[in-house]
């Protein structure tokens, strides 16, 4: 059974989303190491209690957000890297 509603076209991400995901990403989870990417937790709350702060987050459910990321991780991943701008922490510091 799909996720999407019948007659409901799916609503593709453009690259202005993928940017606001991957800054957003970058703020709540900065280390992948620490897990918590691909959870459902951080885009629960992005459409959820943090819409209001990220209206921009309306615009897919939180699944559709996460299947999103999961999909482009790789890409997506090193891109945040830069967006943090810090080396990886060590262990220690997770």
Do not use: N
């Not at 202005?16 to 897990?35: C, H, N, T, W």
């Not at 559709?64 to 891109?79: G, M, V």
């Amino acid at each position: 059974m799909s996720g999407k509603q019948d007659g409901v076209a799916a609503r593709h991400f453009t690259a202005e989303e993928d940017s606001r995901l991957m800054a957003y990403i970058a703020k709540r989870v900065p280390f992948i190491q620490a897990g918590g990417r691909s959870g459902r937790k951080i885009y629960i709350e992005l459409t959820g209690t943090l819409v209001h702060e990220y209206p921009w987050a309306a615009t897919h459910s939180w699944q559709a957000w996460r299947d999103h990321y999961c999909k482009q991780r790789e890409d997506f991943d090193s891109t945040i890297e830069r967006y943090c701008g810090c080396p990886s922490p060590t262990q220690v510091q997770l």
